[in-house]
């Protein structure tokens, strides 16, 4: 039976301030009580103001960066769990539970180089991963930058959040929106057609990918029609985060490494999947 990981714990923290982030989004800082280790890249907290603002069920946030005790969480405003967090002032006092999930798995420099998918507030999971997989993850050597293109699609320019921030950690970075406002006038699939074709990225890639469900049905299609090695980081909705009240179910394939269960939950066993381990486009 899927566990909450080891390492998971019920943390206070005072945030340290709030930063706005594109048209709808901002940066949340916390610094947590207690000390903590260095976390992997597209783990989460379950987050919630103490002081009754926030709904009872707390809302789950990728980690976006992190030092130290601090953290960074990119939150994109929505409602009013989202805007409970965005709007609290500096020194409010804030319950995360975590690190949950996975994570992305090692992003390694030998194999065919990585490509990472973002789409909207799914962008919220690569600042990390970008660092970690420069630095070198799980003991291997660090990925050249040459070998990590990161491609982020959003409906608009001003949806793309944190980009210069992100162009700051050195790797290719490409763009699409749905208005052709910035980059690639369509989404961040075309865009990876394109940039393909040209002969700009390789026809043979990892890939790990985030975002909104259709982008991410896409990605497993083209993983599956290509023989792509792809990564799915969902953004399920979530009740409690620690695999107990079963709220985010995800679809297993039969034949893939989850299949003796019709389902996985995303919060114990994800939020990170194989593309071969889960299906969003349905089984045949």
């Not at 409906?155 to 208005?179: N, R």
Request: aromatic share 6%; glycine share 14%.
């Amino acid at each position: 039976m899927p566990a909450p990981p080891s390492d998971a714990r019920a943390h206070l923290g005072r945030v340290l301030g709030v930063e706005t982030c594109g048209a709808d989004g901002a940066i949340l800082t916390v610094r947590t009580i207690s000390e903590l280790a260095p976390i992997r890249a597209s783990r989460f907290f379950m987050l919630g103001r103490t002081d009754g603002v926030s709904p009872l069920i707390p809302r789950p946030f990728s980690i976006y960066r992190q030092r130290g005790r601090d953290l960074d969480f990119l939150i994109k405003i929505t409602g009013r769990g989202t805007r409970a967090l965005a709007g609290a002032a500096s020194g409010t006092e804030i319950r995360l539970t975590g690190p949950l999930g996975n994570g992305w798995p090692t992003l390694e420099a030998d194999g065919a180089p990585w490509v990472f998918l973002a789409g909207g507030v799914g962008s919220a999971p690569f600042y990390l991963a970008i660092e970690q997989a420069l630095a070198g993850m799980d003991g291997r050597g660090p990925v050249p930058r040459k070998h990590i293109s990161f491609l982020f699609g959003a409906a608009q320019a001003d949806h793309l959040y944190d980009l210069e921030a992100l162009g700051d950690l050195g790797v290719s970075i490409h763009t699409a929106t749905d208005d052709g406002s910035s980059g690639f006038h369509g989404t961040v699939l075309g865009l990876l057609d394109r940039l393909q074709g040209e002969g700009t990225i390789a026809q043979s890639i990892r890939i790990c990918a985030c975002g909104p469900e259709p982008m991410l049905r896409a990605v497993e299609e083209l993983a599956r029609a290509r023989d792509v090695e792809a990564y799915l980081s969902l953004e399920t909705l979530m009740g409690c985060g620690v695999g107990i009240c079963n709220g985010c179910p995800v679809p297993t394939r039969p034949e893939g490494p989850l299949g003796e269960w019709p389902n996985a939950k995303c919060c114990v066993e994800g939020p990170v999947f194989a593309a071969d381990a889960i299906t969003l486009a349905g089984v045949e």
